[in-house]
T-cell receptor, first 115, second 113 residues
Framework: AQTVTQSQPEMSVQEAETVTLSCTYD???????LFWYKQPPSRQMILVIR??????QNATENRFSVNFQKAAKSFSLKISDSQLGDTAMYFC????????????FGQGTRLTINP | ETGVTQSPTHLIKTRGQQVTLRCSSQ?????VSWYQQALGQGPQFIFQ???????GRGNFPPRFSGLQFPNYSSELNVNALELDDSALYLC????????????FGPGTRLTVT
């Protein structure tokens, strides 16, 4: 079974700073997808960024980028020029090719951006 | 394009009762997944429906059951409610295929007393 671990329960940075959220996972599959989802205080989960395991190039979406280290099974999220609206719970998630297209989530990191 | 909607927003039930939660998928999506999110935790996969059939199930007992309708909307039913069933229940819709984004609804907050 796949597992996803986020070792930082909470993080706090000043507006405009760069912050990196950590995520490690465990799987025996070779092909899979990794995601970062954001859950603001209003609760609706929103996709931030997606990485396909067979692609070596790290995914980027505007201020959001990932550092994907397949051998180390590590998938960190970097937020550059952080904004107050980035305040949310961030979840790292795994989706494999075997079985249902289910997301396996980590425990989450509560990120607070301070003015 | 209409997003994923869920009803009701909040619900309070008594232990032993039954509850039905509803989800309307986003236009064009034929797959619906349900997740349970306990307070302070990440969501856990309950089950998934594709073309009205259960397409996979997580580690949840049989008293958690579901349906998907021809218009791809879905229901989650929980029988014999227990205190530990108190959680946020999230519905997500997607196209079929690995790697497709799952679009989440706002959730239903269930409290069991």
């Amino acid at each position: 079974a796949q597992t996803v671990t986020q070792s930082q329960p909470e993080m706090s940075v000043q507006e405009a700073e760069t912050v990196t959220l950590s995520c490690t996972y465990d799987t025996s599959e070779n092909n899979y997808y990794l995601f970062w989802y954001k859950q603001p205080p209003s609760r609706q989960m929103i996709l931030v960024i997606r990485q396909e395991a067979y692609k070596q190039q790290n995914a980027t979406e505007n201020r959001f980028s990932v550092n994907f280290q397949k051998a180390a099974k590590s998938f960190s999220l970097k937020i550059s020029d952080s904004q107050l609206g980035d305040t949310a719970m961030y979840f790292c998630a795994f989706m494999g090719y075997q079985g249902a297209q289910k997301l396996v989530f980590g425990q989450g990191t509560r990120l607070t951006i301070n003015p | 394009e209409t997003g994923v909607t869920q009803s009701p927003t909040h619900l309070i039930k008594t232990r032993g009762q039954q509850v039905t939660l509803r989800c309307s998928s986003q236009s064009g999506h034929n797959t619906v997944s349900w997740y349970q999110q306990a307070l302070g935790q990440g969501p856990q996969f309950i089950f998934q429906y594709y073309r009205e059939e259960e397409n996979g199930r997580g580690n949840f007992p049989p008293r958690f059951s579901g349906l998907q309708f021809p218009n791809y909307s879905s229901e989650l039913n929980v029988n014999a409610l227990e205190l530990d069933d108190s959680a946020l229940y999230l519905c997500a819709s997607s196209s079929t295929g690995v790697g497709y984004e799952q679009y989440f609804g706002p959730g239903t907050r269930l409290t069991v007393t």
